[in-house]
Each structure stands twice: as C-alpha cells, then as structure tokens.
C-alpha cells in the first residue's frame, strides 16, 4: 500500500513539473513540444501561455504583441504567446506561419513584436527593475522556417538550441 501511494506522489510530482511552463495541460496546442523544449532550456516557470485556443487569444495577439493586420493574421496557423505580467523579462512566443507565408509578411509581424511587445516590456521594466531591464535588451528574435520566435531570457541560445533539435 505505502509503495502505491509512493508511486502515485511521484507520478503526480513528475506529470506537475512536466506542466508547469504551461498554463493548463488541456489548452496545448500543436506548438506543445516547441514549448516544453525552451522551458527545458531556460526558467520560464513564472510566464503564463496564451494558446491560439484559448479565449481571447487573438486579442492578446493583437494588442500585447501588436499583430493588428488582418492580412498576417490570416497567415498565422498556429502561436503560443507569453503574457507580460509582473516585472519578470522572461518571454517565450512562437507564431507558425502557414506555409504559402511570404517572407514581408513574416518581416511585418516581426516588426509588430518587436514595436509593440518588446519596446513595451523594456518600457515597463527600465524603471523598476535594472536585472531584467538588462535581459530585456538582450531579446532575442528569429525566423525558423515559417515559425516567428521571441525567447527573452539570459538563457536565449540554449532556448534556440533546443527547440531547433
């Protein structure tokens, strides 16, 4: 009995710790394996995630990260966001591209991430927090493929590193 009830705590323990860079197993999306990657690779434990899913999503995409054009929108398959909550830098996003995505169009929405989110979040910080002002600077953007990426994070190579295996 004590070897089951042993068994089932460090079941539960290992299923949390698995799940916890996400903000509820239910609403993963097909980006899962990109997010459970980068939160391999970096501490992304305090970043909530918005899934192309959830409810509102598309207004966080919109408005947090400043991807307003209905044209790129349209473009988009798939994306996980990081909403910006308390004085934490620590950011992680994908936005998938379908596959008929022009390169401008990719350009565009990188250009929206960068103006609106970053510019944002290093606004909000430069203040109050000088550390994570600091890592904020650092930010790291690139295009794999038809995926758009945004890792903030003192670990951002080890994050690329990861999620490109």
């Not at 999503?57 to 994306?79: H, K, N, P, T």
């Not at 991430?113 to 979040?121: H, N, P, S, T």
Request: charged share 25%; with cysteine; hydrophobic share 45%.
């Amino acid at each position: 009995m004590k070897k089951t009830v042993l068994s089932c705590a460090i079941f539960a323990l290992l299923l949390a710790l698995i799940t916890a860079c996400s903000s509820s197993s239910e609403t993963l999306g097909a980006l899962d394996k990109t997010v459970e990657k980068a939160c391999a690779a970096a501490d992304f434990s305090n970043v909530e995630f918005t899934y192309k899913s959830d409810d509102y999503s598309e207004e966080v995409l919109m408005y947090m990260y400043g991807i307003e054009d209905e044209d790129i929108i349209a473009q988009i398959d798939d994306f996980v966001l990081s909403e910006r909550s308390g004085m934490s830098a620590s950011t992680f996003a994908v936005i998938r591209f379908n596959e008929n995505a022009e390169k401008s169009v990719i350009d565009s929405a990188k250009n929206a991430v960068v103006d609106v989110y970053v510019q944002g979040l290093m606004n909000a910080l430069m203040p109050y927090d000088p550390t994570e002002y600091e890592i904020s600077k650092n930010y790291s953007i690139k295009t794999i493929g038809k995926d758009l990426v945004l890792v903030i994070s003192k670990d951002a190579d080890a994050v690329f590193e990861a999620i490109v295996k």
